[in-house]
Each structure stands twice: as C-alpha cells, then as structure tokens.
C-alpha cells in the first residue's frame, strides 16, 4: 500500500508469498510512502519470504518510507489483532514510521500477543520457535519475543493465569533480556537494556521499555528462594552486652533484602516472641554484612535470618506468628559472679583478722542474677614472707598443688570445672594476704579483694609462783635412769677436736624429755684401738635447745683407750627443761675416732674400722629431777602468770622518713630548722606558716582544721633535703602577743608524698621578746608497705620519758613508752583497727621547752607488726591424793594473773597434791600437754613435848606448872607429823 490512507484490511490470511522479481523484501502486508490513517487487522500472515534467492528479506508486516523520499514513512495507522508466524526474515518491522499503533498482534511459535505502546526509530518483532535455556531456578511462561530497536520500544505482553509457572509470585515476574553474554545462562535480568518495566497482575498485562536490541525478551518466573547463614561472633556465653552477627545471603537471580529477627528470654524458659531487628536492603546474588547490637540486657537470644529476593521468594514463611525453621543462640551476662571468703575457727578480732594454722577459710562464688552463665572458676593467691604465692608453677602451699597462670599472674585454683579445693590453711605464723576473685563461663571478671591476717599459732606461756609460807626440802631422787631411746644414732666418728662453741648439727641428735630438769647424762663410751698410743680422749657433752641455741655444757669426762663403760656427764647449775619440747644432745671430744655404744658393741671386732655412716648404735641419757620438794599450806597463795609468748613486734622496712621541726627564737623573731633524720633523702614541699593570737591544743592540730585557719604566709619550696641536712627557716616574723606559731608542710620521698607534718612552737613573752615554752608535732604518716600493719614505732635519742607532756589520742593511743638506755621508745599500737596499705595515719608529740635540735641526737621511725593476739585466760586444777579426785577446771578473768590457795578450792588435806595448768588466747592457742607440779601440803603444826628434870617440885605454887631451879635440866622436843 503506497500513498494510500484511510483503508481496512482485515481477515486476510496471507501465506507463503513469493518472490516479486526484484531484490527487495518480500512482505505479507506492506505499507509505504506515507501511507496513512489504515487499519490493518485480524490477519493472518504466514511464511513471508519463501523462495527468496536475491538477497530480498522476507517479512510478515512491513511499514517503511518511500526510498529515496525523506520523511515518507508511513504514520498513524493501526496494526492490530494480527497473527504473524515463521515469516522468514521478521514478522514486524517498523522503518522510519513514526506514530503508528500496534495492538495485540499475536507472534508465533510460541504465541505472543503484544502492544507496542510506545516507540521511537526503527524496530522489528518475531515469534519465537526455539526458546534458549532458562536460567537455573527460574521459569517461563511460554512467551517469548525477539526484539530489535534503535532507540527505545515499549512492549507489553498478554497472559493468561493458566501461563503462569507460579500463581504465589506472579507479582514479582518481569520480562528478561537473552544474548549469548547473559550472566545467567545467557539471560539478563536486568542492567542498562531497558528503562521501566513492570506488570499489571489484574490486565494479566507485562511490559517492559526496550532500549537495547538482538535480543529475546521473555516474561520469566524466578521461582527459586534465597538461601542465607547467620553466625553469632564469640562464644556462647558473652560479656561484653553487644551481640555481633555475620551474615551473608545467596540467590539463584537477585536478592532483595536481608531481616534480622530475635527472640529474648530472662530466664531461658519464657520466650518474648520473634521480631525484626534489622532490615538491609540488597541486590545482586551474593550479599554479607556485620551487625552489632549493642547494650542489650542480660538474658538468652534466639537469632534468625530471613532473605528474598527481587521475584518475592522467600527462604521462609515470616507470617504472623513468626517461627524460623532454624536460629542460632546466644546468652549475654555482664554481672560478675560474686566470691564470699568465710573464716571458721578460731578466730578473733574484727574480720576475723586473727587466725591460727588450724582455722578453715572457705571461698563460695555465685554468679548472682537468675540463671546467669555460672562461675567457671575461682582463684587466689597468698602474701608471706615478703611475696605473693604462687610464683611459679610448683611453688605449692598448704596442699594445694593445682597453679594456674591467668592473665599474666600465678594464682592457686580453689575452684573450676576439674578443682574444687578447700578449705584453705595457712602455714606459717604473722602477716598474711589473701587476694581472692572468681571468673564466670561469659569470661565477667570479679574485683580482686585482698584481705589481710595475723597468724598466732603460739599459745600463751604461763608461769607459778608461791607466796608465803612455802619450804623446800633437797632430795637426792633419781628418776628416769638409763631411758632408752632408740630414735638416737650417731656414726661411730662423727666426733672429734671440736671443743669451741656449739658443735654443728650433724652430731646433735634430737630427744625429747618428760622432766623438768636435766642434771646428768649416761653414755655407754670407749674409743678404738689405735687410740691406744694416743691415751684416750676427753669427752664433753652440751644440750642445745629446738633452735639450735646452747643452753648447757657438761664437766668433761676422761675416756680411756678400749675402756668400755658408763660414763655420767654433769651439768652444774642443772638445765631446766619443758616436758615435750624437743632439745638436741651433742657430745664433742679433744681427739678422733672417739666412739660410744651401748653393749651391743661387743657384737663387732675391736678395732674395726667401718665405713662412714653405715654403722649406727643408740645411747642412754639419765635425769635427776624432782630433787626438791615444796611445801606449802591451804593458805599459801599460788600465783599464776601469763604472757603471749608470741608478743613480739616487728620492724617493718623500709622505714618512716622523720623529717623533724625545731624552732630557736631569735631575738624578736622565730628560725624554724627542719632536719631530716632520714632514712632517705627527701624534699619539702608546700611549706607555709601562720601566726596565732591563741595556740592550738595537740588534739585539735591536724590538716582539716590548718584549712580552716586564714593568714598563712607561703614559704619557699620545694626544699631538696637530704638525710643529716637541715633546712633553716629564719627570721618567721612574730609580733608580742602571739601565743603560738604553726609551720606546715610535705614530705615527698621519689616523688611520692609519704608525710605531712604540722609544727607548733609555743611563745611567753617579756620586754616584746619570745621565749619558747614548748612544742608540738603532729604528723600524719602513709602505710607506704604493700601489707596492713597494727604498730608504728618512734625512736627518740637522748630524751627522757619526762620530756613529752602529751600525746595525740587518736589510733593507737595510749602510746606505750618505754626507756632503754639512752633511747625513748614510742610504741602505738592497736591490733583490732590495722593500718591498710596507702592509708594515712595522724600522730602527735608535745616536749617541754628543754627538747630542741641540739638535745635529740637521732630519731628513727618504723611500721612495724605485731601478730599475737596477745590475750590469755588461765586454766587450773587441783588433785588431792587424800581425796582421789580433781577439782573441777577453775579460769582466771581475760589477760589477769590468777591467784588462789588450796582453801579456795575446798581442799584442806595434807601430803602430796598435784596442780595442772595452762593458758589459751584468743585463737584457744595452747600446749598440747598441760604443764603439772607436785607439791605437798603441810596443815599440821608440830607436837611439843616439855621434860622437866631434877630438882623439881612435885606441888609448884598456884599458876605454875613447874617449879625449879637454876640446875634443872628442862628438855622440850618437837614432832612434826604433817606430810
């Protein structure tokens, strides 16, 4: 149709048109040269160019301008309800034809109905009769058209439900793009080869906006659901209160979007329900990403991931009520479990800061809120001897052999999941740490406490004394002759030219006694017999004590060459010694090879010479004890006394830098010398001075009421001040009247401030000069240890007790004072309230006027410990052998002598009387064996008898016995019959 407008062709069936002669296309219908205003429709046209053999081309509708004529396209025609297949070429084509309409055409094999709603140059459309592929996981829906265009073509596609592979996503189908570079199997789905696309599930209509071309274009159906993988960072049990997720998600096509749901529990039991948390959009077939989310409460999580992807589909169904198939758990915990320290008995003082070697502490850890992670483990570590314990791997204390390294620290393991240790003892008596914590399974570290213990493992000891009347009797009573004791070997030539001092420990053997008194020792002695041309050897035998001190030698004994015998060592003054406590015995001689045995010697060869140490004969030692006897009566007071034998203080290093404020008056004015008596150099800081109208009494001059004071008068500082150097203060203005002068300042040893000191000198005035009447001190002190102390010692060189006037009543006070020599001892102490470590303590001194820096010579200052609880009850009884019985057990008050006598308890009796007692503290410290005495009561007066001789009278005068005279023999005899 050339030039022609405004005709209906309509229900044609057009097929296999043949050549027309010429080399131009062949078309079923052909419109040209501005054909106009035609409808073409309802035809049918098939096989287009068949038998082409000149190059022509064969088409099914074919619209085109004129050739050679410009701007002749054919225009505003309607290509509609057309069916068009296997023509050979194309089935449509539109070349330069603007503004024509093509609706519903239909293209063939697989039918195609499309509008062509919009377009801009050329295009051509043909049916499709072999699909390609399809990319894995996705459909078709039997459409397909092969499109090619110069600058864009709008098209839409008709369907029918029955087309569609997947009735459940048919809102998500678009129309794809196959080439042979198509990611997937070919196919594009999507990129820059269209501007819009879209679909109208109620028309049954897709369309898509063309922009590329040599392509197949088909509506297909992503029918495939995304997968996706969540994984929780860290462990199960977390401490940090965020949870950190890693996820990543994986389409067949495109991805659309990633969501996070959880679902919480406080209890592991009760469930809030899933919710989303987090949305990401995505696209693409692959996707990760990191999410944290931060400080969320304690408690469990579930945590789901949920993908889809750009057609709709979804991994899982997240309709309400929400249940993922799968989720992964975690649990959060940031409280840190909570260890209790429990302290058995005994025990005494505040915290049960006193312990003894047998006192249990437990340690008990919780993890405290509901249903936490739990404790994982329990650790500690003990201070002693100047160290923190463990310090290695095998450094084992009290049984405990389980060490571990945690965080870069050797700790004993009291509890984890193979170690559940307990209780802990300690093994050595005085100043012991115990730092303590536990760990929970989420890794919560508890705070370290550290808390500190005396140990006093040492009972009180307690002594007897009689009062008045008591006697004693010398006996000559031998007890215990010839013990044997089979525990005590030497080698045969451990002796030998050791005659000087104690004699070392390889010749002393261990015994222990059941007497009071040791006067002599019997060994069984001779020598060898090539000591025969050396005359034999002198023998002395001393007694050592458990610590290895020399508390007695014996007259020393000749012992002849191959003279076999007993021989008895003599100690003169005797030794007293404690029933039980262990004493060694150490024989020396003058020459070698001196050697004893007891009569088992006989079984060996004389002169034989054994091997060193292989050869062993045991001794016999023999007391004479008792070898007095006390009388005493009902009446005579018995005194008991007492005294914790472990009362002893400690001098603890490094010492209290004393960094001393004397003051001289100076005419009308004031030096203040300050003098640092050491033990390190140091330096002043902060110094400044008041004047007062009034002075300041000892307990009220501290730092907290300086503050209070206005008018200070800064001085210059800091001050280098070494050890024996003095810092002169000159000419401190004062003005008649003042009462007194206070001067302030800091002590810094390596930078560190580890005194403070106030210093107040008191004035007199006359004629407007200053006279000094005496000063004051008050220091505060830092516990500058790494361990808590009770005690704080100041030594004054060359005062008396008379020159201090007052002392500050604060910690430790009253002071204990005491002189030795030339030195005053200032103790304060106070055991139930210790010093910890890096807290400050205030003391304070007042002298009189004679006390300056000419007068003390040295001051020397330490913290110091005492570790005895230094308390004791007496306990007491009695036996009476003319009653057979004990007294019931009698206690004195706490730390009080106990006096009484046999009347007391309601024994009247005569002879022999035993009294048992002992002493316990605080910690029920004492001996095992109570200590015992005999003694013998004497009730009885003598019997006096009076003889009167010749000459006498028989009738004496009334109120006379007898009479006689100057040569009467008068004899009086006296019986005591008492014990």
């Known amino acids: 149709m050339e030039s022609s407008h405004h005709n209906d062709v309509t229900y044609n069936t057009i097929n296999s048109t043949g050549w027309n002669g010429y080399s131009d296309p062949v078309s079923g219908i052909y419109l040209t040269a501005w054909a106009s205003y035609n409808n073409i429709t309802n035809n049918t046209v098939t096989h287009s160019g068949e038998g082409l053999s000149l190059g022509g081309h064969g088409y099914g509708i074919y619209l085109r301008d004129y050739p050679g004529l410009q701007d002749s396209g054919p225009h505003n025609n309607t290509i509609a309800g057309n069916n068009l297949s296997e023509n050979r070429d194309c089935d449509m084509v539109n070349r330069r034809s603007p503004d024509n309409i093509y609706l519903n055409n239909t293209f063939s094999s697989y039918p195609t109905t499309a509008n062509i709603t919009a377009y801009e140059g050329n295009f051509t459309i043909s049916g499709v009769s072999d699909p390609p592929a399809m990319p894995t996981g996705v459909e078709n829906i039997s459409k397909f058209l092969d499109i090619t265009t110069e600058d864009y073509i709008n098209v ?72 996706s993988n969540l994984t929780i960072q860290g462990p199960y049990w977390d401490n940090d209160g965020n949870i950190d997720i890693y996820w990543n998600a994986s389409d067949n096509v495109n991805l659309s979007s990633v969501e996070i749901y959880w679902n919480y529990s406080s209890d592991n039991s009760s469930w809030d329900g899933w919710m989303r948390i987090h949305t990401t959009t995505v696209s693409g077939t692959y996707a990760e990403g990191y999410l944290s989310i931060i400080d969320v409460n304690e408690g469990w999580y579930r945590i789901a991931i949920w993908a889809i992807d750009g057609e709709g589909n979804a991994e899982w169904d997240n309709a309400t009520p929400i249940t993922p198939p799968t989720y992964n758990e975690t649990a959060i915990d940031i409280t840190s479990p909570e260890t209790t320290k429990s302290v058995g008995t005994p025990t005494y003082g505040p915290d049960n800061v006193w312990v003894n070697l047998s006192t249990p502490i437990t340690l008990s850890a919780t993890d405290p809120k509901d249903n936490a992670s739990g404790v994982a483990a329990t650790y500690y570590r003990i201070w002693y001897n100047g160290g923190w314990h463990p310090n290695a791997t095998d450094d084992y204390y009290c049984t405990n052999e389980n060490i571990t390294l945690y965080n870069g620290t050797y700790y004993y393991v009291y ?62 009573k031998l007890v215990d002759q010839k013990q044997t004791n089979d525990s005590l070997y030497w080698p045969y030539f451990a002796l030998g030219n050791e005659t000087s001092g104690p004699p070392p420990l390889y010749n002393a053997q261990s015994f222990m006694p059941n007497a009071t008194h040791l006067d002599a020792v019997s060994l069984y002695l001779g020598s060898l017999s090539d000591m025969n041309s050396l005359g034999g050897a002198t023998v002395t035998v001393t007694i050592l004590d458990s610590d290895l001190n020399l508390i007695g030698t014996s007259t020393p004994v000749y012992v002849g060459p191959e003279n076999l015998t007993w021989y008895q060592f003599h100690f003169d003054p005797s030794i007293t010694l404690i029933p039980g406590q262990t004493y060694y015995i150490a024989p020396t001689a003058d020459a070698y090879q001196c050697v004893w045995w007891m009569s088992s010697f006989d079984n060996y060869s004389r002169g034989m010479l054994w091997a060193g140490g292989t050869s062993y004969t045991s001794y016999d030692y023999a007391f004479k004890t008792e070898y007095y006897k006390r009388f005493i009566t009902k009446d005579t007071p018995i005194y008991l006394n007492a005294t914790d034998s472990s009362d002893t203080i400690t001098k603890l290093s490094p010492g209290v830098p004393m960094v001393w404020p004397f003051w001289e008056a100076n005419g009308t004015s004031l030096d203040c010398h300050i003098y640092n008596f050491g033990p390190k150099d140091a330096t002043l800081v902060n110094l400044s001075y008041v004047n007062l109208s009034s002075d300041i009494s000892l307990e009220n001059l501290n730092w907290s009421n300086m503050d209070a004071i206005s008018g200070w008068q800064n001085l210059v500082s800091p001050i280098p001040l070494n050890v024996g150097a003095t810092a002169i203060l000159s000419s401190l203005s004062v003005t008649d009247g003042d009462a007194a002068v206070i001067i302030r300042y800091n002590v810094s040893v390596d930078g560190e401030v580890v005194a403070r000191f106030i210093g107040e000198v008191l004035l007199s005035w006359s004629g407007g000069v200053p006279t000094i009447t005496g000063t004051r001190v008050n220091f505060d002190v830092h516990n500058n240890l790494t361990h808590l102390v009770n005690n704080f010692e100041l030594e004054i060189e060359n005062i008396t007790i008379d020159n201090i006037t007052d002392w500050y009543e604060g910690w430790g006070w009253p002071a204990n004072i005491t002189e030795e020599g030339n030195w005053v001892n200032i103790t304060w102490i106070n055991v139930t309230d210790p010093i910890y470590p890096c807290n400050w303590t205030h003391f304070g001194l007042e002298f009189d006027e004679g006390v300056n820096q000419s007068v003390i010579e040295d001051m020397i200052a330490n913290w110091t410990v005492k570790c005895a609880v230094g308390s004791y009850q007496i306990w007491y009884r009695v036996y009476s052998t003319a009653a057979g019985a004990w007294t019931p057990w009698q206690s004195g008050p706490w730390n009080e002598s106990v006096i009484f006598t046999l009347a007391d308890l309601g024994i009247l009796d005569n ?68 014990c």
């Open 415 to 476: 509890y984890n999941e193979t170690v559940d240790f307990g209780p802990i003892h300690f093994c050595e008596e005085c100043v012991h740490y115990i730092e303590f914590f536990s760990v929970d399974i989420a890794g919560n570290e508890e705070n370290h406490t550290v808390q500190a213990h005396f140990v006093d493992n040492t009972p009180p000891e307690v002594t007897k004394e009689y009062g008045e009347p008591f006697y004693i009797v010398d006996t000559e």
């Open 911 to 978: 002879c022999t009387h035993y009294i048992e007692y002992y002493a316990i503290d605080d910690l029920y410290n004492n001996y095992t064996e109570v200590l015992n005495q005999t003694v013998y009561v004497d009730n009885t007066a003598p019997t006096i008898t009076i003889t009167v001789g010749d000459p006498n009278c028989s009738n004496p005068p009334d109120g006379y016995d007898y009479c006689v005279t100057t040569d009467t023999v008068i004899t009086i005899n006296a019986t005591d019959y008492g």
């Open 156 to 227: 839409t596609i008709h369907y029918e439900d029955s087309d569609l592979a997947d009735a459940s996503n048919e809102g998500t189908m678009v129309i794809w793009k196959h080439n042979s570079s198509g990611p997937f199997n070919g196919w594009y789905y999507n990129g820059s080869w269209y501007g819009d696309r879209g679909i109208d599930t109620t028309a049954n209509e897709i369309w898509v906006n063309i922009t590329d071309s040599g392509s197949i274009f088909a509506p297909l159906q992503d029918t495939t659901p995304p997968s």
